[in-house]
Nanobody, 115 residues
Framework: QVQLVESGGGLVQAGGSLRLSCAASGRIFSINTMGWYRQAPGQQRELVALMSSGGTTNYADSVKGRFTISRDNAKNTVYLQMNSLKPEDTAVYYC?????????WGQGTQVTVSS
């Protein structure tokens, strides 16, 4: 199994910044993809950003130019730097881990952006 521990959520005013972190531990394979999804109340979970262990990234159009995903493979940790936050970014953000044989979610961290 893989355990994911998230941190960094909170309350911020519109235009502000937050940085999320997610540390993975357990049965981790060197080739994997980690990233972030989010779910707002009454809405489906949606992709925010993903990054493979090789460095390939994928962003939702709604966050391009504002959010940056990065990772430290030695620490099995993925980060999400969120700038220019908008009220519509308010959601629970979930860390994800996926390799060729398994997939896991973190417990989620709340991000609230006030207008």
């Amino acid at each position: 199994q893989v355990q994911l521990v998230e941190s960094g959520g909170g309350l911020v005013q519109a235009g502000g910044s937050l940085r999320l972190s997610c540390a993975a531990s357990g049965r981790i394979f060197s080739i994997n993809t980690m990233g972030w999804y989010r779910q707002a109340p009454g809405q489906q979970r949606e992709l925010v950003a993903l990054m493979s262990s090789g460095g390939t990234t994928n962003y939702a159009d709604s966050v391009k130019g504002r959010f940056t995903i990065s990772r430290d493979n030695a620490k099995n940790t993925v980060y999400l730097q969120m700038n220019s936050l908008k009220p519509e970014d308010t959601a629970v953000y979930y860390c994800s881990y996926r390799d060729r044989s398994q997939a896991y979610w973190g417990q989620g961290t709340q991000v609230t952006v006030s207008s």
